[in-house]
Nanobody, 122 residues
Framework: QVQLVESGGGLVQTGDSLRLSCAAS????????MGWFRQAPGKERDVVAA????????YYVESVQGRFTISRDNAKNTVDLQMNSLKPEDTAVYYC???????????????WGQGTQVTVSS
């Protein structure tokens, strides 16, 4: 089992950057694929980006490609999401997630953080 705690959300303006961080507990962090999801009001929670256990593979939803970068540090048990050129449509609660399955990390991960709010004003 792994516990996840996000940080770094906040209120920014269009075009600004923000870096989200997720700290994981447990000695087996490096065995998990990690992902970031987001949920806007009235919408479903969808994957934003995912990274494989060793960082060798990444996935980005089309709407954030070229703007967001996911990275992980297995020595520190952290996974980050660097968000650049933020837009109002990026406004959502962002969740960190973990799973041993690459399929599930992109769809329905087993473990979730509590979420952090990102608001982008126009």
């Amino acid at each position: 089992q792994v516990q996840l705690v996000e940080s770094g959300g906040g209120l920014v303006q269009t075009g600004d950057s923000l870096r989200l961080s997720c700290a994981a507990s447990g000695r087996t962090f490096s065995s998990y694929h990690m992902g970031w999801f987001r949920q806007a009001p009235g919408k479903e929670r969808d994957v934003v980006a995912a990274i494989s256990w060793n960082g060798g593979s990444t996935y980005y939803v089309e709407s954030v490609q070229g703007r967001f970068t996911i990275s992980r540090d297995n020595a520190k048990n952290t996974v980050d999401l660097q968000m650049n050129s933020l837009k109002p449509e990026d406004t959502a609660v962002y969740y960190c997630a973990a799973d041993n399955s690459w399929y599930r990390i992109n769809t329905s991960p087993r473990y979730w953080g509590q979420g952090t709010q990102v608001t982008v004003s126009s």
